[in-house]
């Protein structure tokens, strides 16, 4: 079975920085591309970032490039986003995600971790 | 605001069909057929439903359908159950420029 398991959130903030994981397992997690998608309290999804099965490519929504990285270490089977100058706009349920097929679609999400940016 | 345009609410009753409706631009849906729809419960992950507009992963029933006019896309759930209740997403490559991954608001559905 397929689970991704986030961790990391909590209240920070303003400025401040956060370091989130993404325990996958159920899978060969080498060989899929992962995002990390948000979604603001009562608000809808926003794509965050992706990166490639090799960490060669890596990609971001403007709202959170240069402040964000996103990283994998296949050999722990595990994803991360670190988070620096954190804003209020970054309060969000952050999910992991994995790639379906083209890179395009997401076909299995994990429970999400709550981010909280306030003073 | 989302890139994606979706109605807030739709409703209909059990055994009924309802149609929620995804609107882009050429730059996104209207560009691509890398629509995608995800069912989302309250307090729960996403669910992926529909992909390349119109297919179904395994496991989803077939009361799901998706389809794609334009830069317009559309999710119809037919024989409407009330397990079916819950927010729908869609979602597009939007990719012209640079990498990108484009959301609807949501469509709150309702069975009555």
């Known amino acids: 079975e397929v689970q991704l398991v986030e961790s990391g959130g909590g209240l920070v903030q303003p400025g401040g920085s956060l370091r989130l994981s993404c325990a996958a397992s159920g899978f060969t997690f080498s060989t899929y591309s992962m995002n990390w998608v948000r979604q603001a309290p009562g608000k809808g999804l926003e794509w965050v970032s992706y990166?490639?099965?090799?960490?060669?490519?890596?990609y971001y929504a403007d709202s959170v490039k240069g402040r964000f990285t996103i990283s994998r270490d296949n050999a722990k089977n595990s994803l991360y986003l670190q988070m620096n100058s954190l804003r209020d706009e970054d309060t969000a349920v952050y999910y992991c995600?994995?790639?379906?097929?083209?890179?395009?679609?997401?076909?299995?999400w994990g429970q999400g971790t709550l981010v909280t940016v306030s003073s | 605001q989302s890139a994606l345009t979706q109605p807030p609410s739709a409703s209909g009753s059990p055994g009924q069909s309802v149609t929620i409706s995804c609107t882009g631009t050429?730059?996104?849906?209207?560009?691509?057929?890398?629509v995608s729809w995800y069912q989302q419960h309250p307090g729960k992950a996403p669910k992926f439903m529909i992909y390349e507009v119109s297919k179904r992963p395994s496991g989803v029933p077939d009361r799901f359908s998706g389809s794609k006019s334009g830069n317009t896309a559309s999710l119809t759930v037919s024989g409407l159950q009330a397990e079916d209740e819950a927010d729908y997403y869609c979602s597009s490559y939007a990719g012209s420029n640079n990498f990108e991954l484009v959301f609807g608001g949501g469509t709150k559905l309702t069975v009555l």
């Open positions: 995600a994995r790639d379906f097929n083209s890179g395009y679609e997401l076909d299995y």
């Open positions: 050429s730059n996104d849906v209207g560009g691509y057929n890398y």
């Open positions: 990166i490639s099965r090799s960490s060669s490519t890596k």
